[in-house]
Structure formats: structure tokens, C-alpha cells
């Protein structure tokens, strides 16, 4: 090859290189980068229909503390703060509250006026004048108690430390456990990527579970044994999606199903097959990330807690299909 080709090549050759290493210093700069067009965005999905939304917001009650969960009974709102159990009207009067021997993380009042309260490792049952009847024993260190309910005359937890529903009877004693371990493929157990793990009680009087990890709803006996159950893996409105949702739920007297849900939050209405029925809140009306704890009266008005704004916000149905 002659030697001036040659050394022209390789001049082109310096020149688209120095060239190359330029412009690759120059758009990594801060103020050069373009946005990252594989960077997750669930802006698109946060606008929700207006015809969907079949809730109103109408009353609002601002907090003192720091709120952890929320029930209802007879019209009266409870409230777990830190180390405190409150109840108020439904307009945010403070009508009693006690001292709990440490903070709590979950509250459920049963229909008769039971107070189910679990620690972190352990849980109490109070009768509707706030007097503790039982304290039961902790559980092992792992433990982190999410949930807690009654099935007849026996109690449940979740606990999502150890990935298991722990099932006692009303003196407090362990029966046993089970981890949602069933014979389908598509099941494997109880997946908990972080702290949320719900479940509760309908009114056909049928435990069931959420698997936040799989976006699962779980029908067992009180034994362990799965009866049924459906999923919805979707960022879409009418699904579930992120690590761990919904990360709260509350069953309508109906039979409806109020879902919360963590990461974009919003409150839905689905039927006892998971069918989308309305939504109560879009993710516009929360500022934070948190899933609002959520729970409903007889009237099915639905009480969201909003931990970021420190409230609870109460929603009543439109009228309109």
C-alpha cells in the first residue's frame, strides 16, 4: 500500500477518534445529559377517568401524633399513636385514650367492640371500654406483626418478619402457623419484600391474605389450607404493581374490597373476585408515597389515615354509577 494512503488513513483514523472523545466529554457533563430514556416513570398511569372515581372527600381530622393504624365501632374512630390508643368521633372530638405498654403497629375492632391490638413481636385484647383482658407471650425476635384479626374464636397475625400467619386461640396460646405454601406452580408462599403484609375477616366469615410480593388475594381455612384465590399484576388502575401491594385492605359490608396501595398511592373499590369497581382516591390527592391505612363503616363511607399529612380523611360514595 503506498505510504501516503497509508499515513492518511491513519490520520482519518486519530481524527474520528479524538473527535469520539470529545463529544462523549462533552455530553456527559451534568448540563449536557439528555434525560434517561430507560429511566421507570408511572406518570402516565397516575390520571385515573373521572368516570371512575365514584368517591368524595368530606370531612377531614387533623392529628396530634404520629399516627400508626386506624379502626371503627359505633361511630367511633380508633386511632393507634405511637403508645397511645385514641378514640374519637367521627368529626375528630377526642372522646378517650390510654396508654399502651409500647408502641403498636396494628389495630382491628372486631363487630362486638373488640380491640385486637399487635406489638411487634406480641398483641393484646381489650374490651370496648379500653380495659386489656389478654397480653399474650412474644413471638421470636425476627417477628414484625403487620396484621392482626378473629375467625370465630381464635386469632390471627401476620407476620411478616418470619413470612407466616400465626394462629392462636383467646387465651393467647399458639396453635400454629403457615407460611402460604400450596401445591400450584404459580404460588410460592408468602412473598414480603418490606413490611406489608395484611389480611382480615369478610362477612361470609373467610380469612383472607394478601401476598404483597405477588399481588395475590389468599382464601385459607384456619388451618392453612388454601381455598382460592386471585391476582392482578398490573400497572394499570384496575391491578397492582411495585414490590409490595396492596399494602393495605378492608372488606365493605357488601363484600367489596377497599384496596390501598404504597409507591403511587390510591384507594380502589374491587369486587370479591378483584374486578375494579371504582376508585376512592387517585394518586393526586396524596403528596407522599405512603399507603394510606384504610378501614369503612356500615354506611360504606371509607376512613383513609394519611401518614404524611397526619390526618384522617374520610370519603363517602357519589351518587352515581
Known sequence: MNK?????????????????????????????????????????????????????????????????AIGWFNKQIYLLEGSQLKVISEKGTLLKAIGLTESANC??????????????????????????????????????FTSITRLDKEIFVADAGNRKVHRFSMD?????????????????????????????????????????????????????????????????????????????????????IITSEKGMPRIKVLNPDGELLAVVAPPEKFDGDQAPDVIADRLGNVYALDYDKKMVRIFMKMNKD
Open 172 to 256: 393467647g396460646k399458639k396453635l400454629s402457623d403457615f407460611e402460604g405454601v400450596s401445591g400450584a406452580e404459580s404460588l410460592h408462599g408468602f412473598i414480603i419484600p418490606s413490611p406489608y403484609f395484611d389480611m382480615g375477616v369478610n362477612h361470609e366469615n373467610e380469612l383472607w391474605v394478601v401476598n404483597p410480593g405477588m399481588h395475590t388475594f389468599q382464601n385459607y381455612s384456619p388451618e392453612g389450607d388454601l381455598i382460592r384465590f386471585w391476582r392482578k399484576s398490573s400497572v394499570e388502575i384496575d391491578g397492582f404493581s411495585g414490590c409490595c401491594n396492596p399494602a393495605h385492605f378492608t372488606f365493605l359490608y357488601d363484600g367489596s
Open 4 to 68: 501516503n494512503l497509508l499515513t492518511i488513513l491513519l490520520l482519518l483514523l486519530v481524527g474520528v477518534i479524538v473527535f469520539f472523545v470529545i463529544y462523549e466529554s462533552s455530553s456527559s457533563r451534568v448540563e449536557n445529559r439528555s434525560e434517561n430514556q430507560f429511566e421507570y416513570s408511572t406518570d402516565e398511569f397516575e390520571d385515573v377517568a373521572g368516570s371512575l372515581i365514584k368517591y368524595k372527600e368530606i370531612r377531614q381530622i387533623k392529628l396530634s401524633g404520629d399516627p400508626k
Open 107 to 144: 389495630l382491628q375492632v372486631m363487630d362486638d367492640g373488640m380491640i385486637l391490638i399487635a406489638y411487634k413481636s406480641r398483641f393484646g385484647i381489650f374490651n370496648s371500654d379500653l380495659e386489656m383482658m389478654l397480653e399474650s407471650e412474644s413471638e421470636n425476635e425476627k417477628a414484625i
